[in-house]
């Protein structure tokens, strides 16, 4: 019987991986990789066999059983199986599902943290997810009900944070927007979207949950990440400032054409 070792590979960059999770993707025998891992990530994994089980948007759960059934298959054959997963495999990644899958079947298994992309998206923005005075807890909630939840479970411990990251929440910011607002959050809450975080193609949105409920919804093309709290004011009033010096250069080079 071989090992498995779910792993994380980070938010994107394939940089900010750990060593460990660099060093078992040399060993590995065979790799079960997500739709968001790098290329230059898998690289590493020069002797595996690579099996793509992406799935994006949390399709169907049956989907999650394959890659149960496939991991509990592959350690019967391979001494070093990995199954390397976006950001930290234990947040929003059914690392439980698989983990017990495993251990129901007599395999041993190992978890090797990576950086989730709240933690990656804080970090190309500058801000602290927690601050002196401001915020002294972050909530990590999604939006996204799994099977037998219930669509609005995850608003009381996202109102009542000071700050909260929203996993899979891009495609449903009118209405986690409405919600948070409708639940006591201040209209004028800044509210940061980061797509892609860590990567050459990062983009961010930086507006309010007023902005978001009453404004179009931001379109995405990579994974994005909604940060909201009091946290990114100063980003938010930065942004503004900046919007602001570029209407006024606009409109002083509309009135030189005029003129
Ligand atoms: N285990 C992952 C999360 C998987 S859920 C982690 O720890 O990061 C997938 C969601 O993660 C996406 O919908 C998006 O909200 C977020 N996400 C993942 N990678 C991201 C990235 N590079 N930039 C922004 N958001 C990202």
């Not at 930086?206 to 990440?225: D, K, M």
């Amino acid at each position: 019987m071989g090992k498995v070792y779910l792993v994380g590979a980070g938010p994107g960059a394939p940089d900010l991986l750990t060593l460990r999770a660099a060093r078992l993707l040399g060993e590995a025998d065979i790799v079960f990789y997500d739709a968001l891992v790098h290329p230059d990530t898998l690289k590493l994994a020069t002797k595996a066999r690579l099996v793509d089980v992406g799935k994006r948007n949390g399709k169907a759960s049956t989907e999650q059983r394959f890659t149960n059934r496939a991991l509990v298959e592959a350690a019967k054959s391979h001494a070093v199986v990995v199954r390397l997963k976006g950001g930290d495999p234990m947040i929003f990644g059914r690392a439980q599902e698989e983990l017990d899958a495993l251990a129901a079947a007599g395999i041993e298994c190992d978890v090797v943290p990576g950086i989730t992309a709240a933690h990656a998206a804080s970090a190309s923005l500058g801000v602290s997810l927690t601050r002196r005075g401001l915020s002294r807890n972050v909530a990590f909630v999604t939006p996204r009900a799994g099977e037998g939840q219930s669509p609005v479970e995850w608003l009381a411990v996202a109102s009542a944070a000071d700050t909260i990251a929203l996993y899979m929440a891009s495609t449903q910011a009118h209405a986690v927007a409405t919600d948070l607002i409708a639940a006591g959050r201040t209209p004028d809450t800044p509210a940061v979207f980061i797509e892609n975080a860590s990567l050459p193609s990062e983009r961010r949105v930086v507006t309010t949950l007023q902005a978001l409920r009453s404004g179009p919804t931001p379109s995405f093309e990579g994974p994005a990440i909604l940060l909201v709290g009091e946290v990114f004011r100063e980003l938010s009033l930065s942004v503004m400032e900046h919007e602001a010096e570029l209407r006024l250069a606009v409109t002083e080079r509309c009135q030189a054409k005029s003129a």
